[in-house]
């Protein structure tokens, strides 16, 4: 059981746009940062957002983050082939002292 | 070329102990705060422990507390995981992981070592 929520799938065609929703607490995202990271398989993670809504250089612009009170989304817009791996989110948590992830979501190009 | 590079992985039986090692490479290791991150296999992403770069300031998740011992050695650029009493749950690939410059979390991986706790 993650302390982070997230969807276990999402999906969407070339193109589309696609959120995927994290859900946590007071303790964390109500008081943290949110970042995002994408797992290709067999890959190792890649940071695609941090600080919330702020990406790094050389991850395109398609890729957005947000976050209002105790919930973050990522956003994906304009959806390739190649977008098609593992997601999740992590925050930092005042309670446990410590770094926590989302279950991860796996979204399926179509 | 900035990488990290884990070692140290492999079969352990239950009770028994290993020590993993990341070596760092094209960047000056000793300003950057480390971390450990496993994933089960066909699991998600579990955070291990942190160690800030002059290695006053650590954090280890509950689930490895008392039994996992993070350090560094800033002269030999390299992050260190020593794991104790390990148990089948510890069965996983382990991450080394650098935050960046400002603090921001995880910025850089390595590719991971394999960890399997069994008898």
């Known amino acids: 059981q993650s302390v982070l929520t997230q969807p276990p799938s999402a999906s969407g065609t070339p193109g589309q746009r696609v959120t995927i929703s994290c859900s946590g607490t007071r303790s964390n995202i109500g008081s943290n940062y949110v970042y995002w990271y994408q797992q290709l398989p067999g890959t190792a993670p890649k940071r695609l957002i941090y600080?919330?809504?702020q990406r790094p250089s050389g991850v395109p612009d398609r890729f957005s983050g947000s976050k209002s009170g105790t919930s973050a989304s990522l956003a994906i817009s304009g959806l390739r082939s190649e977008d098609e791996a593992e997601y999740y989110c992590a925050a930092w948590d005042d309670s446990l002292s410590g770094r926590v992830f989302g279950g991860g979501t796996k979204l399926t190009v179509l | 070329e900035v990488q990290l590079v884990e070692s140290g992985g492999g079969l352990v039986q239950p009770g028994g102990s290993l020590r993993l090692s990341c070596a760092a490479s094209?960047?000056?290791?000793?300003?950057?705060?480390m971390n450990w991150v496993r994933q089960a296999p066909g699991k998600g992403l579990d955070w291990v422990s942190s160690i800030s770069s002059s290695s006053s300031t650590i954090y280890y998740a509950d689930s490895v507390k008392g039994r996992f011992t993070i350090s560094r050695d800033n002269a030999k650029n390299s992050l260190y995981l020593q794991m104790n009493s390990l148990r089948a749950e510890d069965t996983a690939v382990y991450y080394c992981?650098?935050?960046?410059?400002?603090?921001?979390?995880?910025?850089?991986w390595g590719r991971g070592t394999l960890v399997t706790v069994s008898s």
């Open positions: 992981a650098r935050d960046d410059y400002h603090g921001w979390f995880f910025d850089l």
């Open positions: 094209g960047f000056t290791f000793s300003t950057y705060n």
């Open positions: 600080g919330n809504n």
